[in-house]
């Protein structure tokens, strides 16, 4: 029943920008922390940034001051703000509450499609 769509990815160059949305279902997630995940070629999923109910952010350190996480909490959304790609920013990206720490693969809830950003020029 709880369900997440992760919307916004697609190709961009090297040092562009992408605003990615997750929309959540089947439940009231104000009360949670959010996270984004992602998952690279041949990597294992890692959560890179979560919010808290009351707003508050860590990202791990390869995304910090190029990534912004918010939440729209009455929409039961997530948003990631991603600038200055790279690379190595490619992979397929997902929302879910975290069950564990940055870094981490841990997740409460089953996974949706994800999103798909590439970078390349």
């Known amino acids: 029943q709880v369900q997440f769509v992760e919307s916004g990815g697609g190709l961009v160059q090297p040092g562009g920008s992408l605003a990615l949305a997750c929309a959540a279902s089947g439940r009231d997630f104000s009360s949670y922390t959010m996270g984004w995940y992602r998952q690279a070629q041949e990597k294992q999923r890692e959560l890179i940034a979560f919010?808290?109910?009351?707003?508050?952010?860590l990202y791990a350190e390869y995304v910090k001051g190029r990534f912004t996480i918010s939440r729209n909490s009455a929409e039961n959304a997530v948003y990631l703000q991603s600038t200055s790609l790279k690379p190595e920013d490619t992979a397929v990206y997902f929302c879910?509450?975290?069950?564990?720490?940055?870094?981490?693969?841990?997740?409460?809830?089953?996974w949706g499609p994800g999103t798909l950003v590439t970078v390349s020029s």
């Open positions: 919010i808290t109910s009351g707003g508050n952010t």
């Open positions: 879910n509450v975290p069950l564990g720490s940055v870094n981490s693969s841990r997740a409460a809830y089953d």
